[in-house]
Nanobody, 116 residues
């Protein structure tokens, strides 16, 4: 199993920046892909960005050029640097991993609120 603990959410003004962190523990060597999802009130959960073992990244069109996903393998931590935040980025952000055995694990979520 993999345990995920997110941090770094909060309230920020439009145009501001935040960095989310996700600390992974447990069977981290089984992790195939790590990513961030978000869910706004009344909307479905959507993929924001992911990074795989080869460090290839992929972003939702809505965040390209503003968000950057990265990881620190020594710290077993995933990051999401969010710049030029917009009101529509307001959501609960979830850390996600998929393992080599095709199991999905989720963090508890962290609230990001961007004031307009």
């Amino acid at each position: 199993q993999v345990q995920l603990v997110e941090s770094g959410g909060g309230l920020v003004e439009s145009g501001g920046s935040l960095r989310l962190s996700c600390a992974a523990s447990g069977n981290i060597f089984s992790i195939l892909v790590m990513g961030w999802y978000r869910q706004a009130p009344g909307k479905q959960r959507e993929l924001v960005a992911f990074i795989n073992r080869a460090d290839s990244t992929n972003y939702a069109d809505s965040v390209k050029g503003r968000f950057t996903i990265s990881r620190d393998n020594a710290k077993n931590t995933l990051y999401l640097q969010m710049n030029s935040l917009k009101h529509e980025d307001t959501a609960v952000y979830y850390c996600h991993v998929r393992t080599t055995t095709i199991h999905d694990y989720w963090g508890q979520g962290t609230q990001v609120t961007v004031s307009s």
